[in-house]
């Protein structure tokens, strides 16, 4: 068993998206995405991962496929890995919650980002 504090992850760049890897394990990988307004996460798939997110603070748009979708705090859901998957719009300061399973084969989804 590991345990981790999730605060230790919410960690916010004026000039970019952060990422903080939590867990790396064979069958799941779970980090905190931190974005600032301004920024945005562009349109990508995750393959045959399934993708669960909870927000942890702040409040964004977020586009699965041609569905625009306005999440806040507390807002949980899933997406699927061959959605078209973005966030092109930050309302407030946000922390993401997010886990990717399987862990993606492709390296760069386990890499952090300061």
Do not use: C, W
Request: charged residues 30%.
């Amino acid at each position: 068993m590991e345990n981790k504090n999730i605060k230790d992850s919410i960690v916010f760049n004026d000039e970019a998206i952060t990422k903080k890897i939590i867990f790396d394990e064979q069958k799941v990988l779970a980090f905190v995405l931190n974005l600032k307004v301004g920024h945005q996460l562009p349109v990508h798939k995750h393959g045959t991962s399934a993708l669960v997110y909870k927000v942890l603070s702040g409040s964004a748009e977020m586009k699965v496929n041609d569905s625009i979708i306005n999440i806040e705090e507390g807002s949980i859901g899933l997406v699927n890995g061959e959605d078209d998957f973005s966030i092109p719009k930050i309302k407030e300061d946000m922390s993401l919650y997010v886990t990717l399973s399987p862990r993606p084969e492709d390296e760069r989804y386990a890499q952090g980002i300061e």
